[in-house]
Antibody, heavy 122, light 114 residues
């Protein structure tokens, strides 16, 4: 079955670190663009980060310098290392695969995990 | 950064009636190199991740009912549900991908049954 499964969420204190994992089944993360998107409680969706198939990484301004995305190809897993966490980082974190269509990046996210909740307390 | 603005913020429609959600971008989402509008629509139900409904503004994903359709180009886009069903109650988001590998979402539109 083609799926993404996130793990690693939990309750941490402000200033602490946490690493989230996104493990893929049924396809290879190394051949795909994998994104992290978060959703604060009762709020909308916010894009966080992207790792391309070539290993290039991109970040939202709101997390730049505090978050690092990486990939372990043999484990078929993408990681999101989050440092210096703030209360405003409290959210469900989803990983999602970007769709390719007719040979082009489609810019849309066609496969999502169920998410993992990160709660940052003060 | 590109700002995506949806309207309305919430919408109540009777079963069987048409629902229309609008999305406006602060700059054109039309890529000249492939003539595609990089605009997607998602449906999110409580406790679930978003589900991709439409990409490139009008291409419906496999398995999405044909009562869902997307239209528009450049900076203005529309998601239409032609005949609202009870299972369509959800929050709908538009999303752009245009430049610098950055994705942004609209604020969401909550769709309810009248």
């Amino acid at each position: 079955e083609v799926q993404l499964v996130e793990s690693g969420g939990g309750l941490v204190q402000s200033g602490e670190s946490l690493t989230l994992s996104c493990t893929a089944s049924g396809f290879s993360v190394s051949n795909n663009y994998i994104n992290w998107v978060r959703q604060a409680p009762g709020k909308g969706l916010e894009w966080v980060s992207l790792i391309s198939s070539g290993g290039d990484t991109y970040y939202a301004d709101s997390v730049k310098g505090r978050i690092t995305i990486s990939r372990h190809n043999s484990k078929n897993t993408v990681y999101l290392q989050m440092d210096s966490l703030k209360t405003e980082d409290t959210a469900v974190y989803y990983c999602a695969r970007e769709l390719w269509s007719a040979g082009y990046r489609a810019g849309a996210l066609d496969l999502w995990g169920q998410g993992t909740l990160v709660t940052v307390s003060s | 950064d590109i700002v995506m603005t949806q309207s309305p913020d919430s919408l109540a429609v009777s079963l069987g009636e048409r629902a229309t959600i609008n999305c406006k971008s602060s700059q054109s989402l039309l890529y000249s190199y492939n003539n595609k509008n990089y605009l997607a629509w998602y449906q999110q139900k409580p406790g679930q991740p978003p589900k991709l409904l439409i990409h490139w503004a009008s291409i419906r994903e496999s398995g999405v009912p044909d009562r869902f359709s997307g239209s528009g180009s450049g900076t203005e886009f529309t998601l239409t549900i032609s005949s609202l069903q009870a299972e369509d109650v959800a929050v709908y988001y538009c999303q752009q991908y245009y430049s610098s590998h950055l994705i942004t979402f609209g604020q969401g539109t909550r769709l309810e049954i009248k």
